[in-house]
C-alpha cells in the first residue's frame, strides 16, 4: 500500500437446543480476546443450495489464502439427516469453485470454477469423485440454470471480441471512451443442449443490443424470461426490462417495464412469472416481487404485487400455487416469511416462518418446498448452516464451520435504542460490550457507521465489520455501537426514505444521539470517543468531525466529502438525485451545503483515511483531496492509505490484514495511549 502521513488504521428439540447453547456466548468469555489474526482466520458459508428431493444441502467455503493473497472457494455437501461430522469437501483445488446448482434429477451438482484458466461450469455428483467440465464456452461463463427438464443448460456469457475490436486494439490500444463499452463487454443469454451431463456447444439467444443480467426457465423448458438493459453502463439498470424468448431464431418479447428495472427470478406453473423491482424509477422504495400475469394470447399484463403486504425488500425464497416464501430484514434481524397465495395473488398478511430468535439468511428451499436449510447466527455465533422441516420449525444444525471461535472471548452484543434530538424518531443501534464488561463501568468507545445510507447495522455475528473489526475492538476494552440511523433498511419504507434531501442532516444528529445515549448511560466515556465507517459511513466520519470535536480519534473509509465534485466522478450520480433532489449545477447551494470540504477548517481530530485506488463508487480523489486539505490546514494529524488496484471494498487478504491492523493502531495511538505522544 502507499502511505502519505502529516504527524502521524444455523429436526430435533435436541438441535434446537445446541443452537441456543451455542448462541450465548458464554463459554467464550473463558478465553483469549479476538485478533486481527483471528478475523483473517474466519471461515465464511455462501451459496447454500438444497437439492430438489432435500436430501442433501451443497454450500461454498471461503477462506483467505494469505500466502498467496487469494481468496480460495470450494463446494461442500452435507445430507440434510446429518450432522457437522457428515459435512465433505467436494473440491479442492487452489482458487475459485463457487455457485453450486442442482441438476433437476438431484443426482450431481454443477458448479462455476475458473480451473480451466476461462471460468466454466463443472459437475461433481454429491458421494464424490471426480468433477467434469460441462461446459467448453470461448469466454467465462457467468450465472447459470438448468432447464426444469434437464436436457438444457442456459448460462451468460460474454462474446468473444470482434476481430475488427482487435485490429482496432492492435493499432490504438484499447481506451476507455465514457459511458461506451467494447463487444466483450456485454453479457448475452447462451442455451446448450446436455447430452451425458455435459453441454454441447452453445447458441446465443438473447439478441444485440441487449445487455443480459439474470434469466429463468419456463416450467415447460421450452422458453427463457431475462432481465437486460440497453447497456452494460451501471447506469441503464434504472431501464431495465423482462424479456421471454422461445428460441435463437424466435422474436424477443418485451413482458415487462417496470419504472427503475425489474430482474425475473422464478417462474412455475402455479404462481407463474415473477420479477423483482421496486416499480419506481427512484427513490427509497421497498423492493417487490411481482406476478407477471398474461392473457389468452400470451400478451403480458400490468405486474401484480405479492409482497406490498411486507414493509421489507422481499428476497425470494420459493415459490409455488399457495405460498410464497421470501427473506427479509427487519429491525436488526433477518428472518423468513411465508405469504399464502390463491388465484396467482397474495391471499393473506406475511408470517413468520422462522421463530426471531437469531439472525437467519441464506436459504434455499427443496423443489416440494418441504425442506429448508438456512444459516443462523447471532452476536456470540457465527454463521452456520440449519435445516427443519417448513411444516415445523425445528432447526437441526449441519455445520460447524469455525470451532476455533469457542476458545475466544467475544464482548457480550445488545440492542440499544435512543430517541434523535432531531424530532424525537426512534433510533436503534447494536452494541457490542468490551469483554468482560462490568455495568457501571466507563468505557473508550467507537461508533461504527454502516454504508448505504440504506445499508443495516445487524444483531448477527460482528467479528468485523468490512475494515473495522469490532470483537477485537472488545477485546481491546472498547464499547462499538453501530447505528441505524434514518435511512437504513430493515425499519420500513416510511424510515428508509426520511433522509431523502436531507444527507448530512438530521441523519447525522441521530447518530450522535446515540453517542449522548450511551455516555449518559453510563457505558461510554465521554473523554475516550471515537468515530469511523466506510462508503457513506466515511460520509457520515468526515460531516462528524466537521460538526463536532468531542471525537479523540476518526477513520473514514471510501467517503464522499465534496458532492458537486461527486456528482461527477462516481459511477452511479443517480444516487444524489435520490438523496439531495436536484442535480449540482440546479442548486449549488444545497451542495456545497451538505459537503463536509465546505467545513474542513473546523477538523481537530486525528483522522485515517483509507480508501481503494480503483474505486469507482467513491474515488479515491475524494479521500486525497479531504486529506491534502486537513493537512494544508494543520490543526490536526492525518494519514492517508491507498491501496493498489483496489475497488471499493478491499479484497486482497493481505491488504484486508493491513486496512484493520492500521484502525486497531489508530485507536491504540490515539484514545488507549495517548499520552505516549511525543508533541
Same mark, same amino acid.
Given at each position: 500500500m502507499r502511505a502519505l502521513s502529516s504527524a502521524g488504521s444455523r429436526i430435533s428439540a435436541t438441535g434446537f437446543a445446541l443452537l441456543l447453547l451455542f448462541s450465548t456466548g458464554l463459554s467464550a468469555q473463558e478465553g483469549r480476546p479476538m485478533t486481527v489474526e483471528d478475523v483473517l482466520a474466519l471461515r465464511s458459508l455462501s451459496g447454500i443450495s438444497v437439492s430438489p428431493d432435500g436430501e442433501w444441502v451443497a454450500y461454498v467455503v471461503t477462506a483467505r489464502d494469505m500466502e498467496e493473497d487469494r481468496q480460495e472457494t470450494d463446494v461442500w455437501v452435507v445430507p440434510s439427516a446429518g450432522s457437522p461430522a457428515d459435512a465433505r469437501q467436494l473440491t479442492f483445488r487452489s482458487g475459485s469453485d463457487?455457485?453450486?446448482?442442482?441438476?433437476?434429477?438431484?443426482?450431481?451438482?454443477?458448479?462455476?470454477?475458473?480451473?480451466?484458466?476461462?471460468?466454466?461450469?463443472?459437475?461433481?455428483?454429491?458421494?464424490?469423485?471426480?468433477?467434469?467440465?460441462?461446459?467448453?464456452?470461448?469466454?467465462?461463463?457467468?450465472s447459470f440454470r438448468f432447464a426444469p427438464d434437464g436436457r438444457r443448460l442456459g448460462f451468460v456469457a460474454s462474446p468473444p471480441a470482434t476481430e475488427a475490436d482487435r485490429e482496432l486494439e492492435e493499432l490504438r490500444g484499447r481506451p476507455m471512451v465514457w459511458d461506451s463499452v467494447y463487444t466483450d463487454q456485454w453479457s448475452h443469454l447462451y442455451v446448450a443442449e446436455l447430452d451425458d451431463d455435459a453441454a454441447a456447444e452453445a447458441e446465443r439467444w438473447s439478441p444485440d443490443g441487449l445487455h443480459v443480467v439474470s434469466f429463468v426457465w419456463s416450467p415447460d423448458s421450452r422458453a427463457v424470461a431475462f432481465g437486460a438493459r440497453s447497456s452494460p453502463v451501471l447506469r441503464t439498470t434504472y431501464y431495465g426490462a423482462t424479456y421471454v424468448q422461445e428460441g435463437a431464431e424466435a422474436e424477443t418479447r418485451s413482458v415487462t417495464s417496470m419504472p427503475g428495472g425489474e430482474n425475473p427470478v422464478a417462474w412455475d406453473d402455479e404462481a407463474g412469472l415473477i420479477v423483482s423491482g421496486t416499480g419506481q424509477l427512484l427513490g427509497t422504495f421497498n423492493r417487490q416481487l411481482w406476478r407477471v400475469p398474461f392473457d389468452a394470447d400470451g400478451t403480458a399484463l400490468d405486474p401484480v404485487s405479492l409482497t406490498a403486504e411486507l414493509d421489507a425488500n422481499a428476497n425470494l425464497v420459493h415459490s409455488d400455487g399457495l405460498r410464497l416464501i421470501v427473506s427479509a430484514?427487519?429491525?436488526?434481524?433477518?428472518?423468513?416469511?411465508?405469504?399464502?397465495?390463491?388465484?396467482?395473488?397474495?391471499?393473506?398478511?406475511?408470517?413468520?416462518?422462522?421463530?426471531?430468535?437469531?439472525?437467519?439468511?441464506?436459504?434455499?428451499?427443496?423443489?416440494?418446498?418441504s425442506t429448508i436449510a438456512f444459516t443462523a447466527e447471532d452476536g456470540g455465533a457465527p454463521p452456520d448452516i440449519f435445516v427443519t422441516s417448513t411444516a415445523d420449525f425445528r432447526p437441526e444444525r449441519l455445520t460447524d464451520l469455525n470451532p476455533q471461535v469457542a476458545d475466544l472471548a467475544l464482548g457480550e452484543q445488545r440492542v440499544e435504542s435512543w430517541l434523535s434530538r432531531a424530532g424525537g424518531e426512534e433510533i436503534e443501534g447494536v452494541l457490542t460490550l468490551p469483554v468482560g464488561y462490568e455495568a457501571g463501568d466507563r468505557v473508550p468507545m467507537v461508533l461504527v457507521i454502516h454504508g448505504g445510507p440504506s445499508g443495516i447495522s445487524s444483531d448477527r455475528f460482528n467479528a468485523?465489520?468490512?475494515a473495522y473489526p469490532v470483537q477485537v475492538y472488545a477485546g481491546m476494552g472498547f464499547a462499538v455501537l453501530q447505528p441505524n440511523y434514518r435511512g437504513s433498511s430493515g425499519y420500513g419504507e416510511r424510515f428508509r426514505g426520511l433522509n431523502r434531501g436531507d444527507i448530512s442532516g438530521r441523519d447525522w444528529i441521530d447518530i450522535d444521539s446515540g453517542v449522548d445515549a450511551m455516555v449518559e448511560r453510563g457505558i461510554a466515556d465521554p473523554e475516550r470517543l471515537a468515530v469511523s465507517g466506510w462508503s457513506f459511513g466515511g460520509h457520515h466520519t468526515y460531516w462528524g468531525i466537521t460538526q463536532t470535536d468531542r471525537f479523540r480519534a476518526?477513520?473514514?473509509?471510501?467517503?464522499?466529502?465534496?458532492?458537486? +465534485?461527486?456528482?461527477? #466522478?462516481? %459511477?452511479?450520480p443517480e444516487f444524489y438525485h435520490t438523496y439531495l433532489g436536484p442535480k449540482p449545477w440546479e442548486d449549488w447551494d444545497l451542495y456545497e451545503e451538505r459537503s463536509a470540504y465546505r467545513h474542513v477548517q473546523n477538523v481537530t481530530t486525528p483522522l485515517l483515511i483509507q480508501v481503494g485506488?480503483?474505486?469507482?463508487?467513491?474515488?479515491?480523489?475524494?479521500?486525497?483531496?479531504?486529506?491534502?486539505?486537513?493537512?494544508?490546514?494543520?490543526?490536526?494529524?492525518?494519514?492517508?492509505?491507498?491501496?493498489?488496484?483496489?475497488?471499493?471494498?478491499?479484497? +486482497?487478504?493481505?491488504? #484486508?490484514? %493491513?486496512?484493520?491492523?492500521?484502525?486497531v493502531e489508530w485507536l491504540t495511538r490515539w484514545i488507549l495511549e495517548p499520552e505516549a505522544l511525543v508533541p
Amino acid at each position: 500500500m502507499r502511505a502519505l502521513s502529516s504527524a502521524g488504521s444455523r429436526i430435533s428439540a435436541t438441535g434446537f437446543a445446541l443452537l441456543l447453547l451455542f448462541s450465548t456466548g458464554l463459554s467464550a468469555q473463558e478465553g483469549r480476546p479476538m485478533t486481527v489474526e483471528d478475523v483473517l482466520a474466519l471461515r465464511s458459508l455462501s451459496g447454500i443450495s438444497v437439492s430438489p428431493d432435500g436430501e442433501w444441502v451443497a454450500y461454498v467455503v471461503t477462506a483467505r489464502d494469505m500466502e498467496e493473497d487469494r481468496q480460495e472457494t470450494d463446494v461442500w455437501v452435507v445430507p440434510s439427516a446429518g450432522s457437522p461430522a457428515d459435512a465433505r469437501q467436494l473440491t479442492f483445488r487452489s482458487g475459485s469453485d463457487d455457485s453450486p446448482v442442482w441438476h433437476p434429477s438431484g443426482e450431481w451438482l454443477a458448479f462455476s470454477s475458473d480451473r480451466e484458466g476461462v471460468r466454466q461450469v463443472h459437475g461433481i455428483r454429491p458421494n464424490g469423485g471426480e468433477a467434469w467440465q460441462v461446459t467448453s464456452h470461448e469466454t467465462s461463463v457467468g450465472s447459470f440454470r438448468f432447464a426444469p427438464d434437464g436436457r438444457r443448460l442456459g448460462f451468460v456469457a460474454s462474446p468473444p471480441a470482434t476481430e475488427a475490436d482487435r485490429e482496432l486494439e492492435e493499432l490504438r490500444g484499447r481506451p476507455m471512451v465514457w459511458d461506451s463499452v467494447y463487444t466483450d463487454q456485454w453479457s448475452h443469454l447462451y442455451v446448450a443442449e446436455l447430452d451425458d451431463d455435459a453441454a454441447a456447444e452453445a447458441e446465443r439467444w438473447s439478441p444485440d443490443g441487449l445487455h443480459v443480467v439474470s434469466f429463468v426457465w419456463s416450467p415447460d423448458s421450452r422458453a427463457v424470461a431475462f432481465g437486460a438493459r440497453s447497456s452494460p453502463v451501471l447506469r441503464t439498470t434504472y431501464y431495465g426490462a423482462t424479456y421471454v424468448q422461445e428460441g435463437a431464431e424466435a422474436e424477443t418479447r418485451s413482458v415487462t417495464s417496470m419504472p427503475g428495472g425489474e430482474n425475473p427470478v422464478a417462474w412455475d406453473d402455479e404462481a407463474g412469472l415473477i420479477v423483482s423491482g421496486t416499480g419506481q424509477l427512484l427513490g427509497t422504495f421497498n423492493r417487490q416481487l411481482w406476478r407477471v400475469p398474461f392473457d389468452a394470447d400470451g400478451t403480458a399484463l400490468d405486474p401484480v404485487s405479492l409482497t406490498a403486504e411486507l414493509d421489507a425488500n422481499a428476497n425470494l425464497v420459493h415459490s409455488d400455487g399457495l405460498r410464497l416464501i421470501v427473506s427479509a430484514a427487519r429491525r436488526t434481524g433477518a428472518t423468513v416469511y411465508r405469504i399464502p397465495l390463491a388465484e396467482g395473488a397474495a391471499s393473506g398478511p406475511p408470517s413468520d416462518l422462522t421463530d426471531g430468535r437469531h439472525y437467519y439468511s441464506g436459504a434455499s428451499v427443496s423443489a416440494d418446498g418441504s425442506t429448508i436449510a438456512f444459516t443462523a447466527e447471532d452476536g456470540g455465533a457465527p454463521p452456520d448452516i440449519f435445516v427443519t422441516s417448513t411444516a415445523d420449525f425445528r432447526p437441526e444444525r449441519l455445520t460447524d464451520l469455525n470451532p476455533q471461535v469457542a476458545d475466544l472471548a467475544l464482548g457480550e452484543q445488545r440492542v440499544e435504542s435512543w430517541l434523535s434530538r432531531a424530532g424525537g424518531e426512534e433510533i436503534e443501534g447494536v452494541l457490542t460490550l468490551p469483554v468482560g464488561y462490568e455495568a457501571g463501568d466507563r468505557v473508550p468507545m467507537v461508533l461504527v457507521i454502516h454504508g448505504g445510507p440504506s445499508g443495516i447495522s445487524s444483531d448477527r455475528f460482528n467479528a468485523t465489520r468490512g475494515a473495522y473489526p469490532v470483537q477485537v475492538y472488545a477485546g481491546m476494552g472498547f464499547a462499538v455501537l453501530q447505528p441505524n440511523y434514518r435511512g437504513s433498511s430493515g425499519y420500513g419504507e416510511r424510515f428508509r426514505g426520511l433522509n431523502r434531501g436531507d444527507i448530512s442532516g438530521r441523519d447525522w444528529i441521530d447518530i450522535d444521539s446515540g453517542v449522548d445515549a450511551m455516555v449518559e448511560r453510563g457505558i461510554a466515556d465521554p473523554e475516550r470517543l471515537a468515530v469511523s465507517g466506510w462508503s457513506f459511513g466515511g460520509h457520515h466520519t468526515y460531516w462528524g468531525i466537521t460538526q463536532t470535536d468531542r471525537f479523540r480519534a476518526a477513520s473514514a473509509g471510501a467517503g464522499a466529502n465534496d458532492l458537486i +465534485s461527486m456528482y461527477s #466522478q462516481t %459511477d452511479i450520480p443517480e444516487f444524489y438525485h435520490t438523496y439531495l433532489g436536484p442535480k449540482p449545477w440546479e442548486d449549488w447551494d444545497l451542495y456545497e451545503e451538505r459537503s463536509a470540504y465546505r467545513h474542513v477548517q473546523n477538523v481537530t481530530t486525528p483522522l485515517l483515511i483509507q480508501v481503494g485506488e480503483r474505486d469507482e463508487r467513491v474515488p479515491a480523489e475524494q479521500s486525497i483531496q479531504f486529506f491534502e486539505a486537513v493537512r494544508a490546514i494543520g490543526k490536526a494529524p492525518t494519514t492517508l492509505v491507498l491501496y493498489p488496484d483496489q475497488p471499493h471494498g478491499v479484497r +486482497s487478504p493481505r491488504l #484486508q490484514r %493491513d486496512l484493520m491492523s492500521r484502525n486497531v493502531e489508530w485507536l491504540t495511538r490515539w484514545i488507549l495511549e495517548p499520552e505516549a505522544l511525543v508533541p
